[in-house]
């Protein structure tokens, strides 16, 4: 009995483990993983034996009773899946010539997944070769991967990720511009002082509103000349404070027309968040993410805070933002505005799912051959479709 998280772990452990001698019973999913009962030539004790991811690795060694005392329930639950399989253990032909209800896929072990197909494994190969390839997390492996459903050809896999992303991503949230108190925080160099910068122009321009532009932290004084110049530029007042008590005497002065922008450095944000929580209980907060961010660094921004939206920066790069999309699919945080340039004239676009996926579309369109080799012709995404 084999245990994974995914149907392809559990094949490519057994491949590794017992090579072509394998031969797949069943496979069932309970408790949300999946169990596959295979037969084999080779003996277990020639294969190491793993209790729990930390755990030490046996060989052979036969485990303590004491072991099993707090499994009785999932023992009595296998043993009703083990009543289901077949009598005999001849039972391969019966499954690919009869197509048994007793398994719904036929699985190639070589390939570490389910195929119908010779065209259909070629076609999912050359996808799942691409995601192992690609310098992303184990989530969004798993969740691209999730969106298949026996593509035929390139395009139609294409078109199942792509409807995959839209249903599942959440939708676009419109930023409150009547909200008095806007928090950008994201790590040194996303972007969040431009952005800062470009809100504040657009709030300025859109409404009767006085607003200002607060910059929290120890290394705030590094751009104090710059920031000065910029927003002096736009006719918006910017203010620079080192701690959060200064910040709290700013917020506790304002008028009933102000609104501020607070730019606040991500090493403050877990003090500064609930402070700003306190006093402006309908302040909006936001993750500053550029498209090409670390997505381990960028973890530890995700999890920080129940963010009401991600703004994403750099969007002019043709790259998949797969921040986005872990952010999106992972943490839940909606899409909201972005930026195309670091100038303030460059002005801020709506970033929609559609926008995300259709740039994932393309890179998957470049990078994956159909069964002639050749790439179907699909026209890239230009900016401006962000607008």
Known sequence: MIKSNSATN????I?????SSALILRNIEADG???FFIAHEKTAEE???KRGSDAPIFKGSKPANSDFRDKVEEIERLKKALKTLPDSLNVQDEIVNNESPMQSKVYNIASAGPTNSKKQTLIEKDFHNLLEETPIS???KNLLSGYLDKPSSKNELISQVELGLINDLPDTKEIRLESQVHVLTGGHGTGKTSIALKIASQIRRANENNVGIISVGVNVQENEAKLKMLS???DVPSFFVKDLNEMAKLLHLEQNNNIYIIDLELDSAAQAIPL?????SDAQFHLVSPSDASLPAFWASCELDKWDSIILTRLELPLVPWAAIEALSKFKIPLSIGSIGSEIASGLVKVTKGNIS???VDFMDAHISDLTGKHSERKSMKVSALH
């Open 10 to 13: 559990c094949l490519k452990d």
């Open 15 to 19: 491949s590794e483990r017992f090579g």
């Open 33 to 35: 993983q999946e169990i």
């Open 47 to 49: 294969f190491p034996i």
């Open 138 to 140: 184990k989530h969004l």
């Open 232 to 234: 002096e530029s736009i």
């Open 276 to 280: 700003i929580r306190e006093i402006y």
């Open 358 to 360: 259709r740039k994932l």
